[in-house]
């Protein structure tokens, strides 16, 4: 699904309306009757007629205004408040405010202190709000008056339906600009905003709800949306064909693990084998083939030359003799961070020719050095934590600038990057951005991670190329993670859960 940002959604209109001629009316009478029809439906739902629409002074308010008038047709109880002196709105927004005034439909401003305890008061009666005060042409703080409406709005625990945008979230990159009604619906025009698709934007406006105003169909397919939301469509599994074999599935090495930590090997080995790839070869320090022999029977196990149960410089060579046995290599669950660690890392990455994913300590290994990845077939997937190491910058304020951040990493080192997180970014320079919404908060557990590097490498090994690999790593990670969620619930759930549920939502 598209993705677009508040500037690419004007060009689409503008180009809808004064190149294929469609009247700018016309797109806000068909938004309008939209969020008017999902309103009618909740209210009808539980039997209730009373609704405060809260408007601008743009066209987010004339979406509103039309909303207004189609919900008095149809009976409900409509009042509507102005946050702005209605003498100085214009265009379609004027047209639609005079209709509903000659209708007698309520119509108050919001212009000081007095008229908004009026407004609570109507708040506090009402059974639906619908914010259309702020849409795509949020450009500043909110403050003042539309502030304080906001907080009495957010403070009423009515229903909200946010019109376009929930206002007050920046359409472009999903921060908070000084206070976001919190939206339990939010009726987005044609196309999905780049604002409402990460956090904390996704929290503001609960469920999304696209609705076609009409934009030409050419349009909407032509556009090139460098930001995407993965869908199912996107993941397709092909049908297997029938006179294969194990080889044809691609063959993975999974360097990993470390004295202290064995489970991150196997989980990651685990994973790739259940994500379908032919033949898994799992590289760990020798202290503990041993354990892992006796777990995994799939897996083929070696033991490396180690320096304290860990990897170091003397495990190199025997490591890229087993990458050209490979397709790709996957290195760094369980490593350790140490110095070895880091130089051995190193050393792997400098030396293999191979489709590389790097995780876990394997980043922690480059972070002083990220330069030597490029040019090289990369996947990284960090967490935000990784991600502050990798790129510099604290973890809140990679939260609050994701897409600015991949972005810059992405076009400096042309590599893959997967960032995860409540919503994994997926981007890749010259292939674009792709946002993943499968998966929950369950999924926030030891070794979670360990299995996504499993299933992406499976279908590097597989033949997908980088960017579409992390795609489908990514999607149907998050969806064993659901689908484990059911059975277990979001406490409950280990990384162990996420990889038995693989077959299951790979099969569906
Ligand atoms: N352009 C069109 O033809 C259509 C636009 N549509 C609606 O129009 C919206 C965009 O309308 P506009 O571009 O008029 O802008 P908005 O209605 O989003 O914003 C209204 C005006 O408020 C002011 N403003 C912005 N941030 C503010 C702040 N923090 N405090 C105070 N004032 C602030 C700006 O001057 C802005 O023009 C879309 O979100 C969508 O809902 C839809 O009806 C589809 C058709
Ligand atoms: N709230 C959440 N919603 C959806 N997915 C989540 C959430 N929290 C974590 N995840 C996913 O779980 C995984 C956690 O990976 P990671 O942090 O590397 O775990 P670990 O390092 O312990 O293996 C990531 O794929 C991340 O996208
Ligand atoms: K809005």
């Given at each position: 699904?598209?993705?677009?940002?508040?500037?690419?959604?004007?060009?689409i209109?503008?180009?809808?309306?004064n190149?294929?001629?469609?009247?700018?009316?016309?797109?806000?009478?068909?938004?309008?009757?939209?969020v008017?029809?999902?309103?009618?439906?909740?209210?009808?739902?539980?039997?209730?007629?009373n609704?405060?629409?809260?408007?601008?002074?743009?066209?987010?308010?004339?979406?509103g205004?039309?909303?207004?008038?189609?919900?008095?047709?149809?009976?409900?109880?409509?009042?509507?408040?102005v946050?702005?002196?209605?003498?100085?709105?214009?265009?379609?927004?004027?047209?639609?405010?005079?209709?509903?005034?000659?209708?007698?439909?309520?119509?108050?401003?919001?212009?000081?202190?007095?008229?908004?305890?009026?407004f609570?008061?109507?708040?506090?009666?009402?059974?639906?709000?619908?914010?259309?005060?702020?849409?795509?042409?949020?450009?500043?703080?909110?403050?003042?008056?539309?502030?304080?409406?906001?907080?009495?709005?957010?403070?009423?625990g009515?229903?909200?339906?946010?019109?376009?945008?929930?206002?007050?979230?920046?359409?472009?990159?999903?921060?908070?600009?000084?206070?976001a009604?919190?939206?339990?619906?939010?009726?987005?025009?044609?196309?999905?905003?780049?604002?409402?698709?990460?956090?904390?934007?996704?929290?503001?406006?609960?469920?999304v709800?696209?609705?076609?105003?009409?934009i030409?169909?050419?349009?909407?397919?032509?556009?090139?949306?460098r930001?995407?939301?993965?869908?199912?469509?996107?993941?397709?599994?092909?049908?297997?064909?029938?006179?294969?074999?194990?080889?044809?599935?691609?063959?993975?090495?999974v360097?990993a693990?470390?004295?202290?930590?064995?489970g991150?090997?196997?989980?990651?080995?685990?994973s790739?084998?259940?994500?379908?790839?032919?033949?898994?070869?799992?590289?760990?320090p020798?202290a503990?083939?041993?354990?892992m022999?006796?777990?995994?029977?799939e897996?083929?196990?070696?033991?490396?030359?180690?320096?304290?149960?860990?990897?170091?410089?003397?495990?190199?060579?025997?490591?890229?003799?087993l990458?050209?046995?490979?397709?790709?290599?996957?290195?760094?669950?369980?490593?350790?961070?140490?110095?070895?660690?880091?130089?051995?890392?190193?050393e792997?990455?400098?030396?293999?020719?191979?489709?590389?994913?790097?995780?876990?300590?394997?980043?922690?290994?480059?972070?002083?050095?990220?330069?030597?990845?490029?040019?090289?077939?990369?996947?990284?997937?960090?967490?935000?934590?990784?991600?502050s190491r990798?790129?510099g910058?604290s973890?809140?304020?990679?939260?609050?600038?994701?897409?600015?951040t991949?972005?810059?990493?992405?076009?400096?080192?042309?590599?893959?990057l997967?960032?995860?997180?409540?919503?994994?970014?997926?981007?890749?320079?010259t292939?674009?951005?792709?946002?993943?919404?499968?998966?929950?908060?369950g999924m926030?557990?030891?070794?979670?991670?360990?299995?996504?590097?499993?299933?992406?490498?499976?279908?590097?090994v597989?033949?997908?190329?980088?960017?579409?690999?992390?795609?489908?790593?990514?999607?149907?990670?998050?969806?064993?993670?659901?689908?484990?969620?059911?059975?277990?619930?979001?406490?409950?759930?280990?990384?162990?859960?996420?990889?038995?549920?693989?077959?299951?939502?790979?099969?569906?």
């Amino acid at each position: 699904m598209k993705i677009v940002s508040n500037g690419e959604m004007r060009e689409i209109e503008s180009i809808a309306i004064n190149t294929v001629g469609l009247p700018s009316v016309c797109l806000m009478e068909n938004a309008g009757r939209a969020v008017a029809e999902h309103a009618a439906e909740y209210l009808f739902s539980c039997k209730r007629k009373n609704i405060v629409i809260l408007c601008g002074k743009g066209n987010n308010g004339g979406d509103g205004f039309v909303a207004a008038r189609y919900l008095f047709n149809k009976g409900f109880d409509v009042k509507v408040f102005v946050v702005s002196n209605i003498g100085l709105i214009s265009g379609d927004a004027k047209k639609n405010l005079d209709i509903i005034i000659n209708m007698g439909i309520y119509v108050a401003e919001i212009l000081q202190k007095e008229q908004l305890k009026f407004f609570e008061k109507n708040i506090k009666e009402s059974d639906l709000v619908i914010d259309a005060l702020y849409g795509t042409g949020l450009d500043r703080e909110v403050s003042g008056i539309s502030k304080d409406a906001i907080d009495i709005v957010n403070g009423s625990g009515k229903y909200v339906i946010s019109v376009d945008i929930p206002s007050g979230i920046n359409g472009d990159n999903g921060k908070v600009e000084g206070c976001a009604v919190k939206a339990n619906v939010t009726v987005t025009m044609q196309f999905m905003k780049k604002g409402i698709a990460v956090y904390p934007g996704v929290d503001y406006a609960g469920k999304v709800i696209v609705a076609d105003i009409g934009i030409p169909r050419n349009l909407v397919d032509n556009i090139q949306c460098r930001y995407n939301m993965i869908s199912q469509d996107d993941v397709v599994l092909p049908k297997r064909a029938r006179n294969t074999h194990k080889g044809d599935y691609g063959k993975l090495l999974v360097v990993a693990g470390s004295k202290n930590m064995t489970g991150a090997a196997a989980l990651c080995a685990m994973s790739a084998i259940k994500t379908g790839c032919g033949i898994v070869k799992l590289a760990v320090p020798k202290a503990i083939q041993g354990i892992m022999q006796s777990s995994l029977r799939e897996i083929i196990t070696y033991g490396l030359d180690d320096k304290d149960g860990a990897f170091y410089l003397g495990s190199v060579d025997e490591v890229l003799k087993l990458a050209n046995t490979v397709d790709a290599v996957a290195i760094g669950p369980g490593l350790t961070n140490s110095c070895d660690v880091r130089e051995f890392v190193k050393e792997v990455i400098l030396r293999l020719e191979k489709p590389l994913v790097l995780d876990a300590d394997a980043l922690n290994a480059i972070s002083d050095s990220v330069d030597m990845i490029i040019g090289k077939d990369v996947i990284l997937t960090p967490h935000i934590g990784e991600m502050s190491r990798l790129s510099g910058g604290s973890a809140n304020e990679i939260n609050d600038n994701i897409y600015e951040t991949v972005e810059k990493f992405i076009s400096k080192y042309k590599a893959t990057l997967v960032l995860k997180g409540s919503r994994t970014v997926i981007g890749n320079d010259t292939e674009g951005i792709y946002i993943n919404c499968t998966g929950n908060p369950g999924m926030a557990t030891a070794g979670s991670g360990d299995v996504l590097t499993g299933m992406i490498s499976s279908f590097l090994v597989q033949g997908l190329k980088e960017v579409k690999a992390a795609i489908y790593g990514v999607y149907y990670h998050g969806k064993a993670g659901d689908m484990a969620s059911e059975r277990y619930g979001e406490y409950g759930l280990t990384a162990t859960n996420i990889l038995e549920y693989i077959p299951y939502v790979m099969k569906m």
